[in-house]
């Protein structure tokens, strides 16, 4: 059973596209954070939210955590082909364990 | 300061066989964890150690099992291999332990025939 659900699995989209990505949980974590993967290699990380409600901003990524601390999205303005890649959430739960969601795959084509 | 490496980058086994792999964290890291990550299953914890002790365990048989070093590298083992952990093994460290703060290697991919 997979505590942290991402939608959506996939997404194929145009440059210049916006688009968002859910991460959802029935469970309350301490932190969560995105990482973005590519192929070959480990997730690199994007971004730590701690508090409900937060939002931070990395250029053209806007992350959210909601205020339950319960879910938690990523938007992307204007989407480039760098953009490309394995898009992971991972929420802090039960002492020092990270839990991952499955993953959204995002493709931008030029 | 060079990042988490991890040895070999890419391995075949066959069924029955074991097999080591090693992670070196960043320096000054004391904590290692252990993921693996299959298309089915996605990343799924495997442990952490921190002073040379295993502190977590994640839900895997007993097949799997790992160690530190005093110099904070890490190895894992895998004995008698199924088809089923063919996989990419990857290794995160971080300062104390803080979940917060993980850097990931860049894994190692495993295939068992």
């Known amino acids: 059973t997979q505590l942290l659900e991402q939608s959506p699995q996939f997404l194929s989209i145009q440059e210049g596209e916006n688009l968002t990505v859910y991460c959802n949980s029935s469970?309350?974590?301490?932190?969560l954070q995105w990482y973005r993967q590519e192929p070959g290699e480990g997730p690199v990380l994007l971004v730590t939210?701690?508090?409900?409600?937060e939002v931070k901003k990395l250029k053209r990524l806007t992350f959210q955590f909601g205020d339950a601390r319960k879910d938690s999205s990523l938007h992307i303005t204007a989407a480039q082909t760098g953009d490309t890649g394995l898009y992971l959430c991972a929420g802090a739960h039960d002492g020092n364990k990270l839990v991952f969601g499955a993953g959204t795959i995002l493709r931008v084509k030029s | 300061k060079a990042g988490v490496t991890q040895t070999p980058r890419y391995l075949i086994k066959t069924r029955g066989q074991q097999v080591t792999l090693s992670c070196s964290p960043i320096s000054g890291h004391r904590s290692v964890s252990w993921y693996q990550q299959t298309p089915g299953q996605g990343l799924q914890f495997l442990f952490e150690?921190?002073?040379?002790?295993?502190?977590n365990k994640g839900n895997f048989p007993g097949r799997f099992s790992g160690r530190q070093f005093s110099n904070s590298r890490s190895e894992m083992n895998v004995s008698t291999l199924e088809l089923g952990d063919s996989a990419l093994y990857l290794c995160?460290?971080?300062?104390?332990?803080?979940?917060?703060?993980?850097?990931f290697g860049p894994g190692t991919r495993l295939l068992v025939l």
């Open positions: 939210v701690v508090t409900g409600g």
């Open positions: 150690y921190f002073s040379e002790t295993q502190r």
């Open positions: 469970s309350v974590f301490s932190s």
């Open positions: 995160a460290s971080s300062l104390v332990g803080n979940q917060e703060t993980q850097y």
